[in-house]
């Protein structure tokens, strides 16, 4: 896809600030399970927590190709950060802009938008992830000592920014006898009592995210906190992920980039039988394997994302964009390593972190097979 000027400078300038100052930390936030705040700030200030959010609401205003553009970048340097920001702009400033109304917007879209605050999404719990319409957590409306409130009791799991984010979208039973229609929506800061971050995940990747087991202990919050409806929950949640899926669709690509020009650059500085490991038919070919197969997984997000961008419905394409991305991440990932030889298995080279970071991609905001049910509906 042919980018605009305007494009190729939203993308120039993270890439410049990815290059200078997340790239080289990435291993080290990966060892020391590093929340990487400081770096964070900086993308804020680039526009990069409101990328979608328009300029009227303090974001910046751009649309979903960009958002594609920035996590591709962002995650060429570090996986987890791309996390981080993927989740607080698509699904949680998603759901806010379709969903929250003007008050909620003024008192945290603008706030996230600007970067102040950080956003989580809590929707998986410890028996519910894929099926979810099953949730348990619940919320009860009662009159307490500050007016309006709903009591929130529950476990969620799994929670990117769980700990360190500072407002989250729950999601929570209203009404149990309705099913999926009784599921609603809400915001809590996470600094309300009654929310507990119960432990931190040990991952197999991804460590400078943080992924948390939050615990709902008669968390109350004013009733003004429920997102659109009662019941409209689900509906909710699943729109905030169309969104999602062209954003971590993004960050497998940018994780497969950078994996891959890894692999190039060590490849054509290899010796091996008297030439570079490059000019080795064997390799070259798995290398142009590589490269095309980015290119297309790229291809499939930026055309999910004009569709987006059109105000198109786009739930089929973003599933393929995500489903065919992250498998792709992986090939390339693997293939990477394989390019490396025995280094490529050790932490001196960036592609063994990689490998580890991308695998999530196939299983977060819907699972692969998750993809294909959609997929299968849709066609
Ligand atoms: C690092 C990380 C960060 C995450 N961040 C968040 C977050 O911020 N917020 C949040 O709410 N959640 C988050 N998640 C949770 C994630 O979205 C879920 O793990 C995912 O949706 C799968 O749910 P599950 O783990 O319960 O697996 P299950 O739903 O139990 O699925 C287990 C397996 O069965 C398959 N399966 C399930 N149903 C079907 C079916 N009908 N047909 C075929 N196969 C099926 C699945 O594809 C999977 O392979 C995160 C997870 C991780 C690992």
């Not at 980015?294 to 930026?302: D, T, W």
């Not at 390339?332 to 050790?346: E, L």
Request: proline share 3%; aromatic share 6%.
């Amino acid at each position: 896809m042919h980018l605009s000027e305007d494009h190729r400078a939203v993308q120039d300038a993270v890439r410049a600030y990815v290059r200078d100052r997340i790239t080289p930390n990435a291993a080290a936030w990966d060892r020391e399970c590093h929340f990487p705040r400081e770096e964070l700030r900086g993308l804020a200030e680039l526009g990069c927590y409101g990328i979608a959010v328009p300029t009227e609401w303090d974001g910046a205003g751009l649309d979903y190709l960009s958002v594609s553009l920035i996590l591709e970048e962002i995650a060429a340097g570090c996986g987890a950060t791309s996390t981080i920001i993927s989740v607080t702009n698509c699904p949680v400033n998603t759901i806010m802009m379709a969903f929250a109304n003007d008050a909620q917007k003024e008192r945290f879209l603008k706030p996230l938008a600007r970067g102040e605050l950080l956003g989580a999404f809590c929707l998986t719990e410890p028996h519910v992830g894929s099926e979810a319409g099953g949730l348990r957590t619940t919320a009860r409306r009662e009159t307490g000592q500050h007016g309006d409130e709903y009591v929130l009791n529950g476990v969620k799991q799994f929670i990117t920014s769980g700990k360190n984010g500072d407002i989250a979208i729950v999601m929570a039973v209203t009404d149990k006898a309705a099913g999926k229609k009784g599921i609603s929506a809400f915001l809590v800061p996470t600094n309300t009592p009654g929310y507990v971050v119960a432990r931190i995940e040990q991952k197999m990747g991804q460590h400078a995210s943080d992924t948390a087991q939050i615990l709902f202990e008669n968390c109350r919050i004013p009733a003004a906190n429920l997102i659109g409806e009662e019941g409209q929950g689900l509906k909710i949640a699943l729109s905030g992920l169309e969104g999602g899926r062209i954003g971590i669709a993004s960050q497998a690509v940018g994780m497969a980039r950078a994996a891959f020009e890894a692999a190039v650059h060590y490849a054509k500085e290899r010796v091996a039988f008297a030439k570079p490991i490059f000019e080795h038919q064997a390799i070259q070919f798995k290398l142009a394997d590589m490269a095309t197969q980015i290119e297309a997984a790229r291809q499939l997000i930026h055309h999910a994302a004009s569709l987006k961008d059109a105000g198109q419905p786009c739930l089929k394409e973003a599933a393929m964009a995500k489903l065919f991305a992250s498998e792709m991440a992986e090939r390339v990932c693997s293939a990477a390593i394989q390019v490396f030889g025995g280094y490529g298995y050790t932490t001196d080279f960036p592609v063994e972190r990689i490998y580890r970071d991308v695998r999530v991609c196939q299983i977060y905001e819907g699972t692969s097979e998750v993809q294909k049910i959609l997929i299968g509906r849709a066609i």
